[in-house]
């Protein structure tokens, strides 16, 4: 699988990504930078966490309009999966190729810790190792984490079966407030387009890539991509 990360000023988790997918595919990732205007021949893009431009205006907003965007969001309707992993997934929402927003975390604070998440759809570029229902331990590291959205586009994300991973209680497997670290509307911690081949989730999968970790659940996303290219 031929992969690209791309680096916006203020990208801290790249290398991270970068480190899991040639682990997982013992293959070389293109780093590319966020003002070059064209991509090499990949098969996956990855958009990593981070605060992208300081997130100065507004997280996302201002990566959403650099130039290799303008590229990644001709590839993604032309049907090249990609990943947004944290401040990915704002850019994701950004740039309209996912529905909502990431607002500021419930608390107003920085959170930094695992969380559990129940992997709702398997049918997606990036979850198809996985088994449906099942819950997975993959931290998460944001200000700004609170998906939001109007009522009827969470209804259609959840009559769609768009929404990808959602927080709960590991003991239950339910939805709960405790759950919830940022207060995200239905416990959404990410979604997924109409093809299931776009797919934005807040906690960070590369941080859970190896048991040395702590724990190999994210490494999975990684390994769904590489079948899915393959298959």
Not at 71 to 94: D, M, R, W, Y
Not at 202 to 214: A, N, Q, S, T, Y
Request: proline share 5%; with cysteine; charged share 20%.
């Amino acid at each position: 699988m031929r992969s690209a990360v791309i680096v916006f000023p203020g990208s801290n988790c790249d290398r991270d990504v970068k480190v899991a997918l040639e682990a997982v595919t013992g293959r070389g990732v293109h780093m590319v930078w966020h003002g070059e205007t064209a991509l090499p021949d990949v098969d996956v893009i990855v958009l990593p966490g981070g605060f992208s431009y300081g997130d100065y205006l507004r997280c996302g907003a201002m990566a959403a309009h650099s130039n290799i965007m303008r590229e990644v969001i001709a590839k993604a309707k032309a049907g090249t999966p990609v990943l947004g992993i944290c401040n990915g997934f704002q850019v994701l929402c950004e740039t309209g190729l996912l529905p909502g927003v990431l607002q500021r975390n419930a608390s107003l604070r920085f959170v930094c810790r695992d969380t559990f998440l129940k992997v709702e759809r398997t049918d997606t570029v990036f979850t198809r190792s996985y088994n449906a229902g099942e819950i997975v331990n993959i931290p998460v590291a944001h200000g700004d984490g609170n998906y939001f959205a109007d009522g009827a586009t969470l209804d259609r994300l959840e009559g769609e079966g768009r929404v990808v991973f959602r927080y709960v209680d590991p003991a239950s497997g339910l939805p709960t407030a405790e759950a919830n670290p940022n207060g995200a509307q239905r416990n959404i911690a990410g979604i997924c387009d109409e093809r299931r081949r776009i797919v934005g989730l807040m906690p960070h999968p590369e941080r859970h890539f190896d048991k040395i970790l702590g724990s190999a659940d994210g490494r999975r996303v990684f390994e769904s991509a590489m079948q899915a290219v393959a298959a």
